[in-house]
């Protein structure tokens, strides 16, 4: 089974400064690999482990996807070769030029029997990439996916619903979306680190693709931190009948 695992690289929450006009600096922030994505790459790596095939890990961003670190980071854990994409424009992209982005390089690479994403980016987790990648590549898709078990050319997936379990039966080709709760990614050892850098990678531009014209179809106006405000600093003790309710008048004097 052929594989390819989608991942996006976000920026280190900790480095991320809150600046006195609530707008937030990402000057000092280091770049990683969502920790979503992460669970979509073991998720591949766990299938062809046991059915067999390989994983080709892709990306697509601006220039920080170059780091050569990140490279290493994303082919330690498995994927036997990395495509990227990597474009000025792909700096701010939204889910739509993301998606457009990901379905021509996936067409390009050529035929594969699935393709998983994560179930969001660790920045704005808007949930939606793998949905619309799936439209655009018109295969199935369904996100939520908790377990995957391969059967030939279909796959048995389990989605965790409030109060049950939902199993399907997905043909092949797919996009799935996985859940955190699918797996817990590896963590790759020094051997793999440094078998990493002899791993294969394929970088396109935006022309390469034949997406010079793509634009993202919505604009963010403004990212702001939420106010501070002071804590009320408001202690009640004991569990009796008296304190609960000054609780709720507390809560329900704050909320009017």
């Known amino acids: ?71 290493k980071g994303v082919l330690s854990r498995g994927p036997e070769e990395l495509y990227l994409a990597v474009d000025p424009k792909l700096a701010d992209a939204d889910t739509h030029l993301t998606a457009q982005a990901l379905a021509a390089a996936i067409r390009k690479i050529g035929a594969c029997d699935l393709i998983i994403c994560g179930e969001g980016s660790g920045d704005l987790y808007a949930q939606q990439v793998g949905a619309q990648l799936g439209e655009l590549l018109n295969l199935p898709c369904i996100n939520g996916i908790s377990k995957i078990t391969p059967q030939d050319n279909k796959i048995m997936a389990e989605r965790t619903l409030e109060n049950e379990v939902e199993v399907l039966e997905i043909p092949l080709p797919a996009v799935l979306s996985v859940t955190t709760d699918i797996n817990l990614p590896r963590i790759p050892s020094m051997k793999n680190i440094l078998a990493a850098g002899k791993k294969p990678v394929t970088q396109w531009d935006l022309s390469a693709l034949d997406l010079e014209q793509a634009e993202n179809k919505t604009q963010v106006l403004s990212t702001l931190a939420p106010e501070q405000v002071e804590r009320k600093q408001l202690i009640l003790e004991g569990e009796s009948e008296e304190v609960i309710q000054k609780l709720f008048e507390s809560i329900r004097k704050e909320l009017l």
């Open 1 to 71: 089974m052929n594989i390819i695992a989608c991942y996006k690289i976000v920026p280190e929450e900790q480095d991320i400064v809150v600046l006195q006009d609530r707008s937030l600096s990402f000057a000092r922030a280091e770049w990683k690999i969502g920790q979503y994505d992460l669970n979509a790459i073991e998720a591949g790596m766990q299938i062809v482990e046991r059915a067999g095939g390989q994983v080709a890990a892709l990306s697509v961003g601006s220039q920080p996807l170059e780091n050569s670190k990140l490279k």
